[in-house]
């Protein structure tokens, strides 16, 4: 009997989208088999991110359904500090996490989730407190932490320093490494763990990774 095929991740994508902060998480996720497409606000319109690299969405935010979905990635951009123009993408992040999908979210995008209410009451990070703090509409400073990544249930968080940590979190919550892999995984590339180094080979001679 065959496998149930895995969902898409959606990996949002808009102008002066963070290319860095999601790199580790789409390139691991593809080798292990997943499949990652872009959404943008239009797909018929390419945006440009903050690189300068030109991206040409899959799909509209607007056709997206969180059945459709295994994960739906939120980059930082600086469109998040400078208007409403990326609200939409809160606003599908709320209907992921209603229908129990997973939201992460990173950098500047954690302020655009911040402002939508969608931290308050749920345990997160971001870049720093006092950026959540000045987000109008956000409640949830007695749930931030210090910390490098968060999950919370459906909800992961991460500021823009912490790409790794990002990914790992993404990772454990898509079940896409068995743990000792993912710890080889983080010790390598978090912490150049050169240890790490031959359990990450074992685990792909195995299949695993």
């Known amino acids: 009997m065959s496998e149930t095929p895995r969902k898409p991740v959606h990996l949002a994508v808009y102008d002066t989208y963070a290319d860095w902060e999601t790199g580790h998480t789409t390139a691991h996720l593809t080798q292990r088999g997943h499949v990652v497409r872009t959404v943008g606000l239009d797909s018929a319109q390419p945006v440009t991110t903050m690189g300068g690299v030109r991206i040409q969405p899959d799909l509209a935010l607007a056709d997206l359904r969180p059945q459709d979905s295994s994960l739906l990635i939120l980059t930082g951009a600086s469109l998040w500090d400078t208007g409403d123009e990326l609200a939409p993408f809160a606003a599908k992040a709320r209907e992921f996490l209603a229908a129990g999908v997973p939201v992460a979210a990173i950098c500047g995008a954690t302020a655009g989730l911040a402002r939508a209410g969608l931290l308050d009451g749920r345990t997160h ?11 109008p ?9 210090e910390a490098d990544a ?8 991460a500021g823009p320093t912490e790409p790794v940590a990002f990914a790992r979190e993404v990772f454990a919550r898509l079940d896409v490494y068995k743990p000792e892999v993912l710890d080889a995984w ?8 050169v240890s790490a180094y031959p359990v990450l080979m074992a685990a792909a001679a195995a299949g695993d990774a």
């Open 125 to 135: 990070t971001s870049g720093a407190s006092f950026y959540l703090a000045e987000q």
């Open 137 to 145: 509409g956000y409640g949830g400073a007695d749930d931030y932490v």
């Open 150 to 157: 968060v999950t919370d249930g459906d909800l992961i968080t």
């Open 186 to 193: 983080y010790g390598l590339f978090h912490d150049s763990d």
